[in-house]
């Protein structure tokens, strides 16, 4: 039975294929964060055979001082809509539809790329901090609050700018998933990182946020690094329970990866190595689950939807690799 040739609804939007091409940074913008014609020629290469059900754009900053490194795009300024509105353009151009990933970088910004001091939920230092980085400064509520205002204009211009749908990045060590794991979240308030519902309160806050500008219809995706696979930080159950959160509170696509400091599983090498969380979010909730990890292969795909594994397949690395990667998967499983 071939799965992945089959469409599928992502809120309003609807897919060709179950195929994802998912966020990878490539650093082609320009310094101020501007769309570059090598970036749109990049984006144009990946989807010009129109084979992927979907691309989801790289992490773009939602505010200056949320800059995770040099070469990231910029949704933080109406000054980018112009440029995001050609790459979304461009995609469009070979028949795919396009996601569009913001982000803040919390306390994994470095000060010496954004001129800001680096800020997260609390001051601890983070892992994925290298040499003698300075201790991140714990948020206030108004930095909060300038937060949820930043990703909510950051969804409007991505809509503005003609993307299919937006995707709130949690996940990789950035701002957001400092707030979820409770190795890195030590706050008291609201967003106390004592409880679940605590440490998933800033999410909800920004949903709610994204929803009153984009409206209701525009599809909302959610990435989120739902394992940390370290001691005493966020589990497999904490996930579910998070992820049946984020769909009551209007999200569309739950896109998991795992690892509070990358995107690979500490024990297990397989193809599709985070199916143990999205097998497990899939069962309790209705909107679709998109796995990402490690799949090389159109049968190894195809296997992990048939066996209810998820819903879509994210494949990285080989479409990093081979930009045909994905018309010949189809052609593998015709």
Known sequence: MNVVSTPISIGSMTVANRLVMPPMATGRSEENGAVTPQLCDYYHEKSLDGSLGLIITEH????????????????????????????AATIHHNQTKVIAQINHAGGAANPAVTGYPAMGPSAIALPRKKGDAPLPTAMTGENIEAIIQAFA????????????????HSAHGYLLNQFYSPLTNRRTDRYTGSTLEGRIQLHLDIIRAV?????????????????????????IEDSVQACQAFE?????????????????????????????????????????????????TADAANTLLVEQKADLIGVGRAIL???????EALQVLS
């Open 60 to 87: 773009s900053y939602v505010s200056p001082e949320g800059k995770a490194g040099k070469g990231q795009v910029s949704v933080a300024e109406d000054r980018c809509i112009e440029g995001l509105r050609h790459l």
């Open 153 to 168: 204009a950051a969804a409007g211009r991505v809509k503005q700018a003609g993307f299919d749908g937006v995707e709130i």
């Open 211 to 235: 929803r009153d500008v984009v409206g209701s219809d525009y599809p909302l995706a959610l990435r989120l690094g739902a394992c940390d696979y370290m001691e005493g930080g966020s589990t």
């Open 248 to 296: 009551r509170a209007g999200v569309d696509l739950l896109d998991i990866s795992g690892g509070l400091y990358g995107y690979t599983h500490p024990t297990c090498k397989q193809q599709g190595y985070f199916s143990e969380i999205t097998e497990k979010i899939k069962q309790q909730v209705s909107i679709p689950v998109l796995l990402t990890g490690g799949i090389t």
């Open 321 to 327: 690799q081979n930009s045909h990667w994905a018309k």
